[in-house]
C-alpha cells in the first residue's frame, strides 16, 4: 500500500488511542469485525473514505484531518484555487482532492474525484455511509452502481442520493472520470 494509506492507518491508530477506546468499538462503529479493522490499522489494506466519514461523524472529527492530517482553521470563507486543494490517492483506481479542507465544522465535504478505469470483469466497490451525496460529472463516463441498480452518468450529469444505500462508481470507455461529490 502507498504511503498516504499507511499515515492515515496511524491517524486512526492515534484517534483510537487518544479517545481511550479499544479496537473492537472503533470496529463496531466501522460496521466491521475486529479483525477487519486492525487490518485498517495496520496500513496495508485501502481504507474507504465511507469508514473514514463513519467514524469521523461519530467521534466528532473532521473527515479532512483523518484523510490529510491537517486542521481546518477557517471559519468565514476557504478557497481551494484550480487544481489545487489537499489530495489523496488512496489506491490507484481513486483520487480524492478535499475543496474545503481549511473550513473548520463544514456542514459538507466537498470533493474533486478521480476514478481511473479497471479491466473488464472487476467488479464496482460498494460503500456506505451516513448521510447523504451528490455527484456531478465534470469529464468523462460514470457507471453509478447504486442499491443494485446500475446507471450511467455522463459529462454535465449529476445525482443526489442516499448514501445509506451501497453505491459504488466505475469510470467507463477505458477513460479517467472526474466528479465534484459532496457527502452531507
Known amino acids: 500500500m502507498n504511503e498516504q494509506i499507511r499515515q492515515i492507518a496511524e491517524r486512526l491508530r492515534g484517534l483510537r488511542d487518544a479517545l481511550d477506546i479499544t479496537a473492537e468499538e472503533m470496529a463496531a462503529t466501522c460496521g466491521l469485525d475486529t479483525g477487519a479493522y486492525l487490518a485498517l ?9 465511507s469508514v473514514l466519514h463513519r467514524i469521523a461523524h461519530r467521534y466528532n472529527v473532521e473527515l479532512t484531518a483523518l484523510m490529510f492530517g491537517d486542521e481546518p482553521t477557517m471559519n468565514a470563507y476557504f478557497v481551494t484555487r484550480r487544481g489545487k486543494g489537499v489530495a489523496v490517492e488512496r489506491t490507484h483506481a481513486y483520487r480524492y482532492r478535499s475543496l474545503a479542507a481549511g473550513f473548520v465544522h463544514r456542514s459538507a465535504d466537498p470533493f474533486m474525484v478521480t476514478v481511473h478505469p479497471k479491466p473488464d470483469g472487476e467488479p464496482v466497490h460498494l460503500n456506505t455511509h451516513a448521510g447523504q451525496e451528490f455527484n456531478f460529472v465534470v469529464d468523462g463516463r460514470l457507471l453509478l452502481r447504486i442499491n443494485g441498480k446500475d446507471l450511467v452518468l455522463e459529462q454535465g450529469d449529476s445525482i443526489y442520493f442516499n448514501s445509506e444505500l451501497p453505491h459504488g462508481m466505475k469510470a467507463l470507455d477505458g477513460q479517467p472520470v472526474s466528479f465534484l461529490a459532496v457527502i452531507l
Request: no cysteine.
Open 41 to 49: 490499522e495496520s496500513g496495508t489494506v485501502d481504507i474507504s473514505v
